[in-house]
């Protein structure tokens, strides 16, 4: 009986250190999505402390493809009741510890439950800026935004959780295939 229970303890075990071993490396995976919206291409990565906050690299075939608009969203769970007086607004952030600002171009409900706030960073030459900003990247081992306070502005009023980091290891690969197909997309209108 020993044995037994012995056989099925060390079986157990070793399915649990197998399936941690699995989470972790699924956790450690860039997730990244290609994919096209009317005239426009994009790259999105989901955050590593938000899931569903993004990251996204929009590719307009009206600009000939040269152009990358850059944006991100956080998703919030505090309810302060004017949330949406933040659209238009420039709201005071951090990208690896240099501040900045970034536009709040839109609010959306987010399962009933929360919202989703997308920010814009702004709209670049394509090329250049994706060197660089891998280039940054490689560099600092990280990109991390975080939304910090500001004058007559508190973060933790509009977010529960104000910092989100994301992998760009597959930055480079990732937006030039939205940038192929935005080529294929522009071809179409043609």
Not at 75 to 81: K, S
Not at 130 to 140: A, K, R, T
């Amino acid at each position: 009986m020993r044995r037994v229970l012995l056989i099925i303890l060390s079986h157990l075990l070793f399915f649990f250190i197998v399936f941690a071993y699995q989470a972790q490396a699924h956790a450690e995976e860039e997730e990244w999505t290609i994919d096209s919206l009317e005239t426009m291409a994009y790259a999105r990565v989901s955050g590593e402390v938000v899931h569903g906050d993004n990251l996204n690299f929009f590719i307009d075939s009206r600009d000939d493809c040269q152009k990358v608009w850059n944006n991100f969203t956080f998703v919030t769970y505090n309810d302060p009741g004017d949330i949406k007086q933040l659209i238009g607004k420039h709201i005071p952030i951090t990208i690896n510890g240099e501040e900045i600002t970034a536009k709040v171009e839109f609010i959306s409900p987010f399962l009933e439950l929360g919202w989703r706030v997308l920010f814009t960073i702004g709209t670049y030459p394509l090329k250049e800026y994706i060197n660089v900003l891998n280039n940054f990247y490689i560099e600092e081992k990280k990109y991390e935004i975080k939304i910090i306070d500001g004058v007559d502005f508190k973060a933790d009023k509009y977010f529960d959780i104000s910092v989100n980091s994301w992998k760009l290891d597959n930055l480079v690969p990732s937006v030039l295939a939205a940038h192929k197909i935005c080529k294929q997309l522009n071809d179409m209108e043609s």
